[in-house]
């Protein structure tokens, strides 16, 4: 019988590649070139405004100044300093529930789906409204009990974990997508169960087995909770706080070039950590080195032909294996 080969380029009609090759599709280049547009010209046409000054032309002095600028290193640190504790409490409180519905009864699935969901439900503004009024309530109340100094701890100034707190709640569900998504694309019971067999902890199953292959979404969550955490006006300017966007709308009505420069640069300090975060979840892949030709092995076991002698006893070892009879081959006598 002929050994079947497949057919080399030269044998394949000239009509069949030529219907074979991939046809230019010119609306991909179209609809990219209208998007990069409307994302594009919004921000070139405020880098325009803050450096082009009318009777002055083209001045930098709006970038110059942020450094200088009252407030701006102070609140650019707060934010950044509620993004990372936000971060980390929601990945605190999210990945083991989610985890847990995982190995526990599926019908809990629904119920923690929809707890993270409430938040989109419920508008800030009346998040917000409800914090006020618990916030207003407490040291009233509760001026003779040790709960007083909470009160009071929670709203420092310095470092209001009230707001912690707030960011939370409005990162869950942007958190529960992103960690949803990674599990479901991993056999957590499988890999639990595996790992327990091998006399790990729960902790360590957790911290070396699932996270590391929950990476990406990991990545993802934190950075939308960061993006939210710079981004938020609503709950922080209500209660009483200066992060860095409500210092951004205070000062535009002074320095309006200054508050369009510092947005811009707010954003590009957003884009650049959205690169590290990508790195970091797609980082610390190993190199896996290409198949080569396999080894000769003995042949697997199996009955053994008529006439053929019995295999004798090899040693660990050894690369010569015990020979054969030969086979008849029909049609020779």
């Not at 090759?21 to 994302?39: D, E, I, K, M, Q």
């Not at 450094?67 to 701006?72: D, I, P, V």
């Amino acid at each position: 019988m002929a050994a079947l080969t497949p057919a080399s380029p030269a044998a394949v009609p000239a009509a069949e590649r030529k219907a074979r090759r991939p046809r230019p599709r010119y609306w991909r280049g179209a609809v990219l070139t209208v998007a990069g547009l409307y994302f594009l010209t919004p921000l070139i046409s405020s880098f325009v405004f803050t450096v082009h000054v009318p009777g002055q032309g083209v001045t930098f002095a709006a970038y110059s100044g942020i450094l200088s600028a009252e407030g701006f290193t102070e609140s650019l640190f707060l934010s950044l300093s509620l993004a990372a504790a936000t971060i980390a409490l929601a990945l605190l409180l999210v990945v083991p529930a989610l985890i847990a519905v995982r190995l526990g009864p599926a019908r809990l699935r629904a119920v923690v789906e929809i707890v993270c969901m409430l938040p989109l439900v419920v508008p800030p503004i009346a998040l917000v409204t409800g914090i006020a009024t618990v916030l207003r309530w407490g040291p009233d109340h509760l001026s003779r009990t040790p709960l007083y100094q909470t009160f009071l701890a929670v709203q420092n100034e310095s470092f209001p974990v009230v707001l912690v707190l707030a960011y939370t709640v409005l990162a869950l569900p942007f958190v529960h997508r992103s960690l949803d998504a990674g599990l479901r694309a991993v056999d957590v019971p499988t890999l639990v169960e595996a790992a327990r067999n091998c006399g790990a902890g729960r902790l360590y199953v957790i911290l070396r087995v699932i996270l590391p292959n929950l990476r990406s979404s990991l990545a993802g969550a934190s950075f939308l909770t960061l993006a939210l955490v710079l981004g938020e006006y609503t709950v922080a300017s209500l209660l009483g706080f200066r992060p860095f966007a409500v210092w951004i709308v205070s000062v535009s009505g002074a320095e309006a070039r200054m508050s369009v420069a510092v947005s811009l640069l707010s954003l590009l300090i957003t884009w650049a950590l959205l690169l590290v975060l990508s790195r970091a979840g797609t980082g610390g892949s190993t190199d896996v080195p290409a198949a080569g030709p396999a080894a000769p092995g003995p042949a697997p076991a199996g009955p053994a032909a008529p006439g053929a002698a019995p295999a004798g006893p090899t040693t660990a070892g050894s690369a010569v294996a015990p020979a054969a009879a030969p086979i008849p081959v029909s049609g020779k006598e």
